[in-house]
C-alpha cells in the first residue's frame, strides 16, 4: 500500500487557562498574558486510531485545581474514541499535561523516547525542584512499572512506528521529547507537541521559558522545520489558535490538517 495519509484532530480538555506570556514564549511580552489550551491530538486513518499524549487524570485535575476541564477520555468520546481500546499511544514527553492521564489507555501500546523514560524514571535530577514541578508523580510510577512488558516501546531517535507515521526525537525542552511526522494529504505534518507552546515559537526561534537544553531546542526546531511540507503543517502544543483557527468537528475538537 503505497503512501498512507491520516487526519490529524485536536482535542481540547482544558483552558483557556491565563499564562504570563513569558512563560508561553521565552522573555517575550514581559508584562502581558496569553490564553493557552490543553490538549491531546489525534491521528487518523488506514483503519487506525493514534493518540498523541494522555492529557491530565481527573484526580490530578482536582488536585492541581484545573478549571474548564473534561476527563481525557469523555474528550476523545467525541471522536467516537475509547480511551481503554485504544492501540497506539504515542507519549511526547513527561510534563504532567501530557503523561498524567495514561492509566486511562490500558491496552495501548506506548511509544517514548528511551532518554526520556530514563530521565523521568531513573535520575535522580528527576526529583529536583524545577522538574518536580511538572511532574505527576502517579502517573510516573505507572509508566515505571511498564518497564519490561510488550506494550512499552522505548524509542532511540526517529522511527517509522507505523506506514506514514515517524517520531523524532527534538529534545530542548526536555531531554528526550519527540515530535510525530504524519503523511496527510497535504505533505507530511507535524505535531510537535511542546517543541512549540505557540505558532508564533517556529516563526520567531522564541521557545517556551520551560528550557532544559537552549541549543539543543534550536537544532530541533531546524529538525522538525526541513522534515514539515510547509511552514503552516507545523503544529504547536498549547496555542488557543488550534481550537480557534480550524474546522471543528465536534464540541473542542478541530481538524488541523
Ligand atoms: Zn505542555
Redesign the pocket.
Known sequence: MANPTYEIYAVKYGGPYIRPACMVNWFQDMDKTTRIHYYIFVIRGEGETIVVDCGVDPQLAKQRNLADYVSPAEALKRLDIDAARVKHLIVTHV?F??ISGIQLFPKADIYIQEREFNFWVKDPIAQRAPFLFVTDSVANRYLARQEGKKRLHLIRGDKKILPGIEVLLAPGHTVGLQAVAVNTAKGTAIVGS?LAHTFSSYQTDIPSAIITDMVAWMKSFDKVKAKASSPDLLFP??DSGLLDHYPKVAEDVTRLA
Open positions: 510534563h499535561d501530557h511542546d502544543g498549547h
